[in-house]
């Protein structure tokens, strides 16, 4: 067997890095100061507790320190983002009358195929605000509501001052803080009770503008009985500064009701992920969240499902692909909140050309979760001695009827496979090349047909050959 | 006086404060540290082995190279505060046949013990050292202790420690070491007592094919608080570790289990395998476990597993039917949890005497 250490190609990112010309009409001054935030809410016409709690979530932020745990953060200077930036665009519900430079990105990005691949609805980020929106008929129809976050602020005002960072408070963190200050974008579900949206919604974000950060606020409310099925995406073109994504998801499952929240993150190799996800699961509700984190300098992503509800579920599948620079410290919270409720977590991450991938994951039980069962799996592969893979794991339990188990594996591709392989024929490439696509594979299949293809793409490593 | 030591037992990496594992702050009132002055070696002592009294001799320790499980602040306290403690060499070559016994009580003469260990074993020699660490009922006892262990080229070094201290005093075992070429450590650590006992060990597995075994037992009752870390970074090549810990947690006591397996750049060949079982046996038990994996070598393979919860109904049942009562059936269930750790310990009668205070300790209720 050759001996021959191989290279395994990074992801071809250029179909996502085209950037175009910064037109857009307003930016906030660098740094972040009380009159910044008044300004933003002035241009957003915010009504005047959403000003209130932008200023009391820039306080906290100005008072809460950096995390203390995590990947670096030393490339992060706040001073440097611009907080705010609005696209020379007003609102479209018209494919159209989108300008051609920002629909050119789109259509590269392939969104408007994948809406005539009968998705419901697409709702796609232009920098900080949602530029295009479109909700199928049929889907409006059943009386679910899909806007943006600023069109659902002034239309369902009730139900944002509601529910708004309410599962995510800003007193969290220092960037869930500093989302509290200055969201903008975003998009806003609401699922009536009974009703199956039977096609799923999509929501495609993307950063343009050098030095932007991207606060976008997505929040989903499932009523009683209800189900949907969530699309995010994100991909953004490379630039030379520090970008910062600091997005919060909130998601309410009510009774009986069932939500799969996907996402590929695919943000260019500068960008600071920091996002945070959580989801509310009533009783005998359930979450599936499907997880794919590819792109980003640095990522902290955690998506925490609280069990609330007795006989409440949650699955989380996710999987992390790290190469050269890039820190991925990703994986899940899960809080078992009242009996009988379940959660199943399933990752895999891939580490090569010095990359680093991180798995984290915190399991409670709480007193009252009697009957609770969880069961945790992690994999982890090694592509070359240059790169990194942690598994941080913890389970707290406070209660003696539970059933908790946790299993994780690091490694690399078995030599006896790949002889295996090439007995039946195959080159050491395409052995290599097969192994890896089936240790993803058990992810791949959980996503939507498109995004299985991107993250194909994505994984499709030219290998001629890899590891050893 | 007060004991307060920062940084406790801590994770490598740091995870979310608010789950609490990160490591710890210890901020109590201790008695007063006085001589120690029991009689610890019960047996007469091998020709091949070498002791040192540290109270009655100048040793300048080698402490460069080693980092203990517990941390910088325990290690000082102990070099600073210590009232007993030995130097153990092997010389190279001998394998001392009977293992070396350190009986370490504490009573009303000897409330506080600070004892400072070392274990040399040199090239090609192997040795076991017991260390049984116990109090008599009745007063507030204080234990702090650390071991150094160099198991150099070809040399087994085997360290028991039992600790089965009063429900009032406080324990602290901290280890350290270093593992040279085809060199071995096994390391059985057993909480069965104390009001508040850590214990830890931080060992480097620095020569090629070295390796450590280590195994815990701990049962926690009352409200006691058991804290545990263990730390094994894979330098050398060929390297193989295996963390081992079963327990048992009743009444309102709770523990947390820390263990990580560290594979450093060019550490190839090596395995790591870390595993956690935890009976846990009432309503009111908290249980926190934290298995780390971290690594930088390809060519390793890693695999923590755990598992926490109540006893298996299921066999529970089988035993019943075969007409034991449900209390017996629950105490041999648990007593069998513990078996794989207990075959480790090479002394029949320290595995019985463990047997009996662990018997001793469990609830019976159903």
Redesign the interface.
């Known amino acids: 067997m050759s001996e021959q250490k191989k290279h395994v190609a990074d992801i071809d990112r250029s179909m996502y890095d085209f950037k175009d010309k910064d037109t857009s009409k307003f930016k906030a001054h660098k740094g972040l100061t009380p009159e910044i935030i008044r300004k933003i809410s002035a241009e957003k016409h915010d009504p005047a507790w959403m000003l209130d709690f932008r200023l009391k979530s820039l306080e906290l932020y100005n008072k809460m320190p950096l995390p ?3 990947p670096s953060l030393e490339d992060l200077d706040m001073d440097d983002i611009t907080t705010y930036v609005q696209p020379d665009t007003k609102m479209k519900g018209n494919w159209k009358e989108v300008p051609d430079d920002i629909k050119n990105t789109f259509e590269r990005l392939g969104i408007p195929k994948a809406e005539r691949d009968s998705l419901a609805g697409v709702g796609a980020q232009y920098d900080s605000e949602v530029v295009y929106h479109n909700v199928k008929d049929e889907v409006t129809k059943q009386g679910v509501v899909y806007t943006d976050m600023e069109s659902a602020l002034t239309e369902h005002e009730d139900l944002i001052h509601e529910y708004f960072m309410k599962l995510v408070p800003p007193t969290d963190h220092k960037f869930i803080a500093l989302h509290g200050a200055v969201w903008s974008g975003g998009s806003f579900v609401y699922v009536p009770e009974g009703v199956h949206v039977s096609i799923p919604l999509q929501s495609y974000f993307r950063l343009n503008a050098p030095g932007a950060g991207q606060f976008e606020h997505t929040l989903i409310i499932v009523e009683k009985n209800a189900s949907l099925h969530f699309i995010e995406g994100c991909s953004a073109p490379k630039y030379n500064v520090t970008n910062l994504h600091a997005g919060c998801v909130e998601l309410f499952v009510k009774e009986g009701a069932h939500l799969r929240y996907s996402t590929i993150e695919n943000w260019s190799k500068n960008m600071m992920n920091l996002n945070t996800k959580r989801a509310l699961i009533e009783k005998d509700a359930s979450i599936e969240w499907v997880s794919g984190s590819f792109g980003s300098h640095v990522s902290m992503l955690y998506p925490m499902s609280i069990l609330n509800g007795e006989g409440a579920h949650s699955e989380f599948t996710g999987i992390t692909f790290a190469g050269k620079g890039q820190n991925l410290d990703t994986g899940t ?1 899960v809080v078992h909140a009242a009996p009988h409720t379940y959660s199943t977590v399933n990752t895999k991450s891939i580490s090569k050309d010095g990359g680093a991938c ?1 798995y ?1 994951s ?1 399991v ?1 039980v709480r ?1 009252n979760a ?1 009957g609770s069962r969880s069961s945790v799996s992690c994999e ?1 592969l ?4 240059k ?26 591709i078995s030599e006896d496979s790949i002889f295996y392989l090439m007995a039946r024929g195959l080159s050491e490439e395409d052995a290599r090349a097969l192994i890896v696509r089936g240790f993803a594979e058990p992810v791949a299949k959980e996503l939507p047909l498109e995004y299985a293809v991107e993250m194909n793409n994505l994984i499709k490593l030219e290998m001629e050959g890899s ?1 050893s | 006086m007060k004991l307060n030591l920062k940084n406790v037992n801590c ?1 490598p ?5 608010k ?4 490591g710890g702050i210890i901020d109590t009132e201790i008695p007063e540290i006085v001589p120690y002055t029991a009689d610890v070696f019960p047996q007469t002592l091998p020709k091949c082995v070498e002791i040192s009294d540290v109270m009655k001799t100048d040793i300048v320790f080698m402490d460069g190279d080693v980092d203990t499980g517990s941390g910088d602040s325990v290690r000082e306290f102990v070099k600073k505060n210590h009232n007993t403690g030995f130097f153990i060499e092997i010389k190279a070559g001998t394998k001392v046949e009977e293992p070396i016994f350190l009986n370490l009580e504490l009573d009303n003469q000897n409330p506080t013990l600070v004892d400072e260990n070392t274990i040399v074993a040199e090239p090609g020699s192997n040795v076991t050292v017991v260390m049984r660490y116990t109090s008599k009922p009745g007063f507030n006892g204080f234990h702090a202790g650390m071991t150094r262990i160099y198991a150099k080229n070809d040399a087994t070094v085997t360290l028991v420690q039992v600790q089965s201290l009063n429900e009032t005093s406080l324990h602290f075992d901290d280890v350290g070491g270093t593992v040279f070429e085809n060199g071995h450590v096994n390391l059985v650590q057993t909480e069965i007592g104390g009001s508040h006992a850590s214990a830890a060990a931080h060992l480097k597995l620095m020569g090629r094919q070295s390796g450590v075994n280590i195994g815990n037992i701990y049962l926690g009752g009352n409200e006691e608080s058991i804290d545990i870390n263990y730390l094994v970074d894979h330098y050398g090549q060929k390297t193989d570790c295996e963390i081992l810990a079963r327990g048992a947690l009743q009444d309102k006591s709770q523990k947390i289990f820390r263990g990580t397996i560290d ?1 450093k ?1 060019g550490s ?1 060949g090596s395995k790591g395998r870390e595993e956690e079982f935890a009976v ?31 006893i298996d109904e299921n066999r529970l049942f089988y035993l019943m039917s075969r007409g034991l009562t449900e209390a017996e059936a629950r105490k041999l269930i648990i007593e069998a949890q513990f078996t794989p750790i207990l075959s480790r310990i090479p002394i029949a009668s320290v595995r019985e005497d463990l047997q009996t205070s662990i018997a001793g300790r469990l609830n019976t209720h159903g």
């Open positions: 203390n745990w995590g919270r991180i984290r915190g409670e007193p009697y982890s090694m592509l070359d001695a790169s990194r893979s942690d598994t941080v794991p913890v389970m707290d339990i406070r209660n003696d009827d539970v059933d908790v188990g946790h299993e994780a594996r690091i490694g690399r590891i | 994770l990496t740091p995870t979310w404060n789950l609490g594992v990160n594979f750049r190839a846990l046996l009432d309503p009111t038990v908290r249980a926190r476990s934290a298995p780390l994996i971290l690594c930088e070598e390809e060519d390793v393979d890693g695999q923590h597993a755990a598992s926490i919860g109540r």
